[in-house]
């Protein structure tokens, strides 16, 4: 099981960036996909996830500007993150795991984004 996160990069404050998730070995159809992110000397955090069912919920700090989509067909997850602010600023990980049988729990790696003010 392989998930490969990327579309990171540098980015002014107010602008966008869209992550993806690629997933091979697993199905994001059945799973739950999070983003979560790591600023520098700071815990990991949540921030955006989807259910299988399609239900979604972001952290406080990202509502209305971030948005995390899928799309099975492809099996990837997005995440959509609008008007950046400089606090925005870390290293962003998707994590596919799945609650009922077959249980499982990935990490991909990190994507960094910086929001330079």
């Known amino acids: 099981v392989q998930l490969q996160a990327s579309g990171g990069g540098l980015v002014q404050a107010g602008g966008s960036l869209r992550l993806s998730c690629a997933a091979s070995g697993i199905m994001f159809s059945i799973s739950v996909v999070s983003w979560y992110r790591q600023a520098p000397g700071k815990q990991r955090q949540l921030v955006a996830a989807?259910?299988?069912?399609?239900?979604?919920m972001y952290a406080d700090s990202v509502k209305g500007r971030f948005t995390i989509s899928r799309d099975n067909g492809k099996n990837m997850v997005y995440l959509q993150m609008n008007s950046l602010k400089p606090e925005d600023t870390a290293v962003y990980y998707c994590k596919a795991e799945r609650w009922t049988l077959p249980k499982y729990d990935y990490w991909g790696q990190g994507t960094l984004v910086t929001v330079s003010s």
């Open positions: 989807i259910t299988s069912d399609g239900s979604t």
